[in-house]
């Protein structure tokens, strides 16, 4: 699957070493072209100048922050039209670090890049792992991923409005060794989005977020 980054960052360097790992091309395109070539480097991926990315990508995954999205999707031709029919998932992490609140004030990041981004099939996900947690994953006999903590598979909450977007992010997602669970349309966005917000304070607590949740095996 040819996959299309806006954004440079770290999160964009981890998944596409391991997508390209599982055989998938990869191309990266930012608000720097210097950076779009350092990033891709990372992994062998393909620069590429943000306007021309969506002729190319068959999915697109934005992952920058707040504050560039709507530069980085006003670069690529979103609000022109040019990602209709794709799938994008987003996985932007619009929370404010000093208090764990969402930065807009309703709605949330992946409704947000809807709007800027018409006709595009949005997923929001992938926004609260680290890109690191996805390195280093480990597979069964068959070859087949099986998590990043042995027999452990990191479970990805998903939510979006279109069938097969969440197919195609649930299948990238098992790619890198975790689980999709779908939990809803696009309006759960903030929802999953505010939950790094949480775990964000969980940690600034001085405690492991794994253990503020129930484990309903134990029930």
Request: charged share 20%; aromatic share 6%.
């Amino acid at each position: 699957m040819r996959i299309g980054f806006l954004g440079t960052g770290d999160l964009t360097v981890a998944l596409g070493k391991v997508w390209a790992a599982a055989g998938h091309e990869i191309f990266v395109a930012g608000r720097s072209s210097d950076n779009a070539t350092k990033a891709a480097g990372a992994f062998a991926g393909t620069p590429i100048a943000a306007p021309e990315l969506a002729a190319v990508a068959e999915v697109v995954v934005v992952a920058v922050a707040w504050e560039g999205l709507e530069q980085i999707l006003s670069l690529a031709g979103a609000p022109r039209g040019s990602l209709a029919g794709k799938p994008v998932i987003d996985c932007t992490n619009a929370v404010d670090y000093s208090t764990g609140c969402l930065k807009p004030e309703t709605g949330s990041a992946a409704e947000f890049v809807a709007s800027l981004a018409p006709g595009a099939h949005i997923v929001k996900a992938l926004h609260l792992f680290a890109g690191t947690s996805w390195l280093g994953r480990d597979t069964d006999a068959d070859g087949q991923p099986v998590g990043v903590r042995g027999d452990e598979v990191q479970v990805v909450a998903i939510c979006g409005d279109y069938a097969g977007a969440l197919e195609v992010t649930s299948r990238l997602i098992g790619d890198l060794g975790g689980r999709a669970a779908v939990v809803g349309k696009l309006s759960s966005a903030r929802q999953l989005e505010e939950a790094a917000g949480f775990v964000m304070r969980v940690v600034a607590a001085g405690h492991n977020p794994r253990s503020a949740v129930p484990d309903v095996r134990r029930q």
